[in-house]
Structure formats: structure tokens, C-alpha cells
């Protein structure tokens, strides 16, 4: 076996690009229909759906907190590993500016939607 | 003294010379659009926190035609997204023994988007029932 | 050559470590016969055309894993892929991708045999059995888990279909990975905690971003990806576990 192996800390970025890419792949398409079409063109679903106070609603029920963040979150870890692999393979490699604008932006907005989705209230 | 003098080729531009890198390179890049929708709707989420005024201007500027050539791309993109996120499953799972046997390729592949199929429209019916 | 006899143009990547600086392509006119392999195109022009082509074969039946050659610029056993699906057009060949060019289409794998090497590819028993114990049996599902991944002839094309290798030499890689996975599910082998601290090192399986194409061009099915893959999962309870159990294979 091979001496002075460094165990990798990938596992972490790994298991959430994973979480984020099934999310995405099992409901990406429809929330963009819903949210970017369906209800702004009053599609199928009635304008009415996303108005301030249903939103507010939604947003202040705990479920759909874990759901509005899972979604936020989730997607951008996903992206984020994504990308700076896709960097890598393009030949800009590992260094400490493409960590910090991939994981970086991802970890801001995570922050941003927990302080905006526990400042709504319960 | 050795005569060896082995020659490293260079990797660049190697996404372009075979079709299934092409495909691979595109499929990565599904995560950009991955990316700005969740964009989109934590600027939505913000603009919530703001209070009423800030989220109907939000919503307003969803009916933007602009707006509308935004999400038809990101819904062709995260489709794709999908498409090929379960394509790739029977490479990524281990094996799935049913009666002995092991589970066919296309068999995952194909319950990866029946899972999608029923997750999209069990989340439609939650929306419609809270728009009434 | 009769005034009939059909050709095609094979056009072939040299390199002459004493002479050339860097490699470069040189076309032959070979004789075309239906089936003829690429293989038997390569040695034509050794035998008629440039005794100093240089290439690697044995078997000549997709056995022994010694022909792999980059052909039109994807990973193939040449003596398994024929010229006839390429005719009238020419085929290129050149060495296998990714992999330093030791002269014309032969390639440095000392790389790939220290990683071999390095997934300690044996079986260790969990416990020793004295004679009198008798042999290891093992159940037709026993033998399942692990028989496709036993199949590999190390030829190496899942490496030249690698673009993380190709980017990364140290990345254990496909094969590798595939034979580390195959002792692992033996139930005769108790090891695989010892080789956790491979596959969830730097070099290990988190290298991989499931471009699959090493599964693709494999000719015995062994599916290299997926060993790669399942052992990313492994990787992971590993990692996340190891907290909980004081007995994880890596440190
Ligand atoms: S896994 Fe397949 S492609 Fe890779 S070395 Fe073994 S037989 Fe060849
Ligand atoms: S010569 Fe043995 S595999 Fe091709």
C-alpha cells in the first residue's frame, strides 16, 4: 500500500452535489414551470397562487421553509461542485479563487436564505 | 544512458475531439442554469423578506417576455438535467438484485424518471390545492 | 500488389524519442482485404513498409489486452476492431490517450502496474484456515458479486477513455478501481478496510466525475465506472461514519 495517503475531504461537497443534483432532477423542471411560467402567465394555475400573502403563508410554515431552502441550498452546492469540476476539466485547476467563487456564493446564499426564511417568522 | 524519452501529450481542448466528452461537457453545464434559477428564487425570497410591495414587484417583473425566454431555457436545461442525471444512475448505483437478478440499465433509468414524473405532478397538485 | 487490389490509408502517430521532438502523423497505403484488422494493418506496415513501427500485441483474440490503440481517436483493442468499418475512408492510429509515449503506439504503463500494485490485488483471508479447516467455498451469488469485475485484461483503454486521468496521472483510476472493488466483494477477502485509505485518498475514487465513458469502451464489460462509483458511496459512509466506529480503515 501506499505511504503518506491524504484522506480526502470531498466526501461533504460530494454528498451534498449529490442531494442537490437528485432534488433538482426530480423536481427542477416543474418548479420552474410553476414558478417562471405556469403562474406569472396564468398557465394552468391561477395568478393568484404566488400572491404575497399565500407566499408569506407558505414561507412561514415550517414545511415549506425545509422546502424553500432545501431547493435554494441544495441546488447551488449542486451547482457549485459542478462548476468547479467543469473548471478543472477546462483547465483551470483547483485554485483557492475558483474554491472561493464556487463554494463560496453557494455558502453565502445558504446563509442568506436561513436569515431571510427564520427572519419571515413561523 | 537511456535513450527514453517519454512524450506527454497535452490535454487541452480535449472536451472537443470525442462526441461523448461534447455530451458530457454539455450536461455539466446544465449546472449554470441549475444555478440561476436558484438565483432567481432567492432574490424572490429576499424581496419576500421586504415586505408586499417588494415581492409584487418581484412577480411583476416574472411577466417580463425577457423573463419568460429566461425560465423556457432553464426548463429545457434542467430537463436535460434530469434526462441525464438518471441516464448516468446504473453507472453511480450499486447493484439492484430483484429475484436473483440483476436490475437492467434501462429499468433504473426508466424508474429515475417515472420517480421524477410522479414527484412533478404530486408538486403541481400541492401547488393547485394551495391556490385555492 | 495486383492492379485490382484495394487500399486504404492508415495513417499512423510516430514518435522517436532518439530523433523527434514531439510526435507526429505519417500516412502508409496498405492493402485492403475485408477482414483484416487493425491490427494486421499496423504489422503490414512493419513487414512491408517501415520495419521500425513499433506496437504492442500477443493474443490477437481480445485476450491478452497488449493492442490497445487510440483508432480514429477512440480507445480499441486493434486486433478486435476492423478496417472494413472504416474502408474507403482513412483510419488513424495512434498510442493510447493519456498515457506518456514511450515510441510510435507504445505507451509507459509503469503508472498503471504501481497502481495496481497499490490496491494490493489479492485475496487476504479475513482469518486464516489450517489445511484440515478444508477449503473456501463460496455460493453462485457469492461468485456473482465480484465475477464481473474480475474479468478486466488490463488493457488499459478505460485510462485512454479517462479524462480525469488524462488531467490527473495520480488518479487510481478505472481498472485499478475495478480490481480493488472485485477483492473487495470476494467473500473470501477480509481487506477492504485496508484499502479504504486508497479509495478515500486525494488519488481515490473522488477524482471521478462520472463521465462513464471508461464503461463505454471497455471489452469485457466489466463496467469500471460503477466499481468507481459504489466505492464513492463507500467512501462517504467511511467518512462520515468513522466518527461513530473507532475502527475506520483510513486515518
Ligand atoms: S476495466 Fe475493461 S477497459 Fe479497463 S483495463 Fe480492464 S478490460 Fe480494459
Ligand atoms: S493482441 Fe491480445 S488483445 Fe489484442
Redesign the interface.
Known amino acids: 500500500m501506499k505511504s503518506g495517503l491524504k484522506r480526502s475531504n470531498a466526501p461533504i461537497f460530494w454528498a451534498l452535489f449529490g442531494g442537490g443534483g437528485m432534488l433538482s432532477a426530480l423536481v427542477g423542471p416543474m418548479l420552474v414551470f410553476i414558478t417562471g411560467i405556469a403562474i406569472p402567465f396564468g398557465l394552468l394555475l391561477p395568478e393568484g397562487a404566488m400572491s404575497y400573502p399565500k407566499m408569506l403563508a407558505f414561507a412561514q410554515n415550517w414545511l415549506g421553509k425545509a422546502f424553500v431552502f432545501a431547493v435554494i441550498a441544495l441546488f447551488l452546492w449542486h451547482a457549485a461542485h459542478r462548476i468547479f469540476h467543469t473548471l478543472h476539466d477546462v483547465g483551470i485547476h483547483a485554485g483557492v479563487a475558483a474554491r472561493l467563487i464556487c463554494y463560496g456564493s453557494a455558502f453565502v446564499a445558504t446563509l442568506v436564505s436561513a436569515y431571510v426564511l427564520l427572519g419571515l417568522g413561523f | 544512458m537511456s535513450k527514453r524519452r517519454p512524450y506527454v501529450r497535452p490535454m487541452d481542448g480535449w472536451w472537443k475531439k470525442n462526441p461523448y466528452f461534447v455530451e458530457y461537457m454539455v450536461h455539466e453545464g446544465t449546472a449554470l442554469f441549475v444555478a440561476a434559477y436558484a438565483f432567481t428564487l432567492l432574490v424572490g425570497l429576499v424581496r419576500l423578506g421586504q415586505g408586499e410591495a417588494a415581492w409584487n414587484g418581484w412577480l411583476e417583473a416574472l411577466k417580463s417576455p425577457l423573463s419568460l425566454a429566461f425560465h423556457a431555457v432553464l426548463l429545457v436545461a434542467i430537463l436535460y438535467h434530469t434526462y441525464t442525471w438518471f441516464k448516468i444512475m446504473p453507472r453511480t448505483l450499486p447493484p439492484i438484485i430483484v429475484g436473483g437478478k440483476k436490475l437492467a440499465p434501462a429499468t433504473i433509468t426508466g424508474g429515475g424518471l417515472m420517480a421524477a414524473l410522479v414527484a412533478s405532478l404530486v408538486l403541481l397538485g400541492l401547488v393547485w390545492r394551495i391556490a385555492q | 500488389m495486383s492492379e485490382s487490389q484495394k487500399t486504404i490509408e492508415i495513417e499512423v502517430l510516430r ?1 522517436n ?2 530523433t523527434d521532438q ?2 507526429h502523423l505519417q500516412v502508409f497505403q496498405v492493402p485492403f482485404a475485408d477482414d483484416m484488422s487493425v491490427l494486421q494493418g499496423a504489422q503490414y506496415i512493419k513487414d512491408h513498409l517501415d520495419g521500425s513501427l513499433s506496437f504492442r500485441w500477443s493474443c490477437r483474440m481480445a485476450i491478452c489486452g497488449s493492442c490497445g490503440m487510440m483508432v480514429n ?2 480507445p480499441h483493442l486493434s486486433c478486435q476492431t476492423f478496417l472494413r468499418d472504416y474502408y474507403p475512408a482513412r483510419v488513424r492510429i495512434e498510442a493510447l ?2 498515457f ?3 515510441r510510435d503506439l507504445v505507451i ?1 504503463m509503469e503508472g498503471f502496474i504501481d497502481k495496481l500494485e ?1 490496491i ?1 490485488p489479492y485475496i487476504i483471508p479475513k482469518e486464516k484456515r489450517s489445511l484440515a479447516q478444508g477449503e473456501y467455498l463460496q455460493t453462485p ?1 457469492q461468485l456473482n458479486a465480484y465475477e464481473q469485475f474480475s474479468s478486466c485484461i488490463n488493457c488499459m483503454l478505460c485510462y485512454a477513455a479517462c ?1 480525469q486521468f ?2 490527473n496521472a495520480d488518479f487510481v483510476g478505472p481498472a485499478a478501481m475495478a480490481l480493488l472493488h472485485r477483492y473487495n466483494m470476494d467473500s473470501r477477502d477480509g481487506a477492504a478496510e ?2 479504504m ?2 479509495v ?5 475514487v ?1 477524482n471521478c ?5 471508461c ?2 469502451v471497455c471489452p469485457k464489460q466489466v ?1 469500471p ?2 466499481a468507481v ?2 466505492n ?2 463507500n ?2 459512509k467511511d ?2 461514519l468513522r466518527f461513530l466506529s473507532p475502527k475506520g480503515g ?2
Open positions: 514518435y524519442p532518439e514531439a510526435p481517436g477512440e490517450s493519456h506518456p509515449i514511450e509507459n497499490s494490493q451469488e479524462p488524462g488531467l485496508e484499502r485509505e486508497l478515500a485518498a486525494e488519488e481515490g473522488f466525475t462520472a463521465v462513464g465513458y464503461s463505454e463496467d465506472a460503477n462509483n459504489i464513492k458511496t467512501a462517504a467518512y462520515f483510513s486515518k
